[in-house]
C-alpha cells in the first residue's frame, strides 16, 4: 500500500539512469581486471580507490588510479587503460542484469514515463555491456555515452544529466523534475550539481560516508517505489 501513498519525495516527470553498477552488473569486471593489474606491480586494489574512480569517465579514472598507487612514471594513465581494456572487452558481453533494473525500467515504460541513461561509458562499451540485453535498453527514450562530444567534464561535472535531460523531447523537463538513478558517490554529486534529485543504490561495500549527498539511499533497485516520486505505482500482487 505505501507505492499508493503520497509521495516522500517531488514528483518527478522524467529519469536518467546510470548503468555501471546500476542497471548492470560490471563493476566487478573492473575489480577484477584491476586487481589483476596492481598485482604486476606488487601492489593490491581496494575499495577506497574503487570509491574514487566509480562513475569517471575512463580517461579521468585512469589517472587517479595511476596517481593513487603511486606508479606515475612507472605505469602512463594510457598504458593502464590499454592493459584493462585488453582485458574488459571480453568480460563486457557477459554482463548481467542488477536486480529490479529490468522491472522499473518495464514498468516506466509502460506507463509512459520518459527515460534516458546517462553513462560514462564511451560508445563502444556501452554496446559490449548491452549486448544481452538490447530490448530492454531499447526502451530508453535516448542514451548519452561518456564519449559524446557534447560531454566537456565528466562526472562529478553535470555535464552528462544536463545534455540528457535536454535530449528528450519538448518540452524539456525542468531539472527539479528529473530523477537520476546512480551507484556511484561522483555521480550523485553530478545529479546535485546539475539541480535534479537523485536516488543512490550504493554498492555494499561503499562507506557509508559517501552516500549522504542522495536523496534517498536504498539497497537495491528492487526497494525503489516509484509512488514515492510521484510516478505510477507498481500493480499490486
Keep these: 500500500m505505501a507505492d499508493l501513498a503520497t509521495p516522500k519525495y517531488k514528483c518527478i516527470t522524467h529519469v536518467i539512469f546510470d548503468m555501471d553498477g ?24 581496494d575499495w577506497s580507490l574503487k570509491s574514487k574512480m566509480i562513475g569517471m569517465k575512463a580517461s579521468e579514472a585512469a589517472q587517479v588510479f595511476v596517481k593513487e598507487t603511486g ?20 568480460m563486457f558481453p557477459e554482463c548481467e542484469l542488477m536486480p529490479g533494473a529490468e522491472r522499473l525500467i518495464r514498468h516506466l515504460h509502460e506507463h509512459g514515463v520518459p527515460m534516458a541513461l546517462g553513462t560514462s561509458s564511451h560508445r563502444r562499451h556501452y554496446e559490449l555491456k548491452t549486448t544481452k540485453h538490447k530490448d530492454l535498453f ?38 527539479e523534475k528529473v530523477l537520476i538513478l546512480e551507484d556511484a558517490p561522483t555521480g550523485v554529486a553530478a545529479a546535485r550539481n546539475a539541480g535534479m534529485s537523485v536516488v543512490m543504490v550504493p554498492d ?25 516520486w510521484g510516478l505510477p505505482p507498481y500493480a499490486e500482487k
Excluded: W
Excluded at 565528466?154 to 535530449?167: E, T
Design 138 to 175: 531499447s526502451l530508453m527514450h535516448h542514451v548519452v555515452v561518456g564519449d559524446d562530444p557534447e560531454i566537456k567534464q565528466g562526472k562529478p561535472s553535470p555535464d552528462i544529466f544536463l545534455v540528457a535531460a535536454k535530449k528528450f523531447e519538448e518540452p524539456i523537463p525542468q531539472v
Design 204 to 228: 555494499p561495500n561503499l562507506d557509508s560516508s559517501l552516500c549522504q549527498g542522495a536523496d534517498q539511499v536504498l539497497n537495491s533497485l528492487v526497494d525503489f517505489i516509484p509512488g514515492d
Design 71 to 90: 606508479l606515475e612514471g612507472i605505469l602512463t594513465p594510457e598504458e593502464f587503460l590499454r592493459q584493462r581494456e585488453d582485458m574488459l572487452q571480453y
Design 22 to 45: 546500476l542497471l548492470l552488473d560490471t563493476e566487478k569486471f573492473y575489480t577484477v581486471v584491476q586487481e589483476r593489474i596492481l598485482e604486476g606491480y606488487g601492489k593490491h586494489f
